[in-house]
């Protein structure tokens, strides 16, 4: 099972937090995992990765300095702790496994979860 399994999404006011887990069976070709967000009639946007193995996050533009992304090797678990929410991160939000690539392209990663729903209201 090479399927990532998100959960952790939610309803929460704007201002607030949500915390989303990944949960990834780690394989020797992947090294990296990243989160990505879909919002309705949106192209889905790269929103941060963190490498299995290194202390080197990437983060796109809808981090903004308000996510952080972090890992637990023993529990082979990714997180995106989200703080200071707005409407507009209103989003369908995956976890994926790279495979080889830009971190940035969506095309990079090889396997997708179901997502999970963040929705923020004002």
């Known amino acids: 099972q090479v399927q990532p399994v998100e959960s952790g999404g939610g309803s929460v006011q704007a201002g607030g937090s949500l915390s989303l887990s990944c949960v990834a069976t780690r394989t020797t070709s992947s090294s990296f995992m990243g989160w990505f967000r879909q919002a309705p009639g949106k192209e889905r946007e790269f929103v941060a990765a963190?490498?299995?193995?290194?202390?080197?996050?990437v983060y796109g533009d809808p981090a903004k300095g308000r996510f952080t992304i972090a890992r637990d090797n023993t529990k082979n678990t990714v997180y995106l702790q989200m703080n200071r929410l707005e409407p507009e991160d209103t989003a369908v939000y995956y976890c994926?496994?790279?495979?080889?690539?830009?971190?940035?392209?969506?095309?990079?990663?090889?396997?997708w979860g179901q997502g999970t729903q963040v929705t923020v209201s004002s």
């Open positions: 994926a496994v790279h495979g080889d690539g830009d971190l940035r392209d969506r095309e990079s990663y090889v396997h």
């Open positions: 963190i490498s299995w193995y290194y202390d080197s996050p």
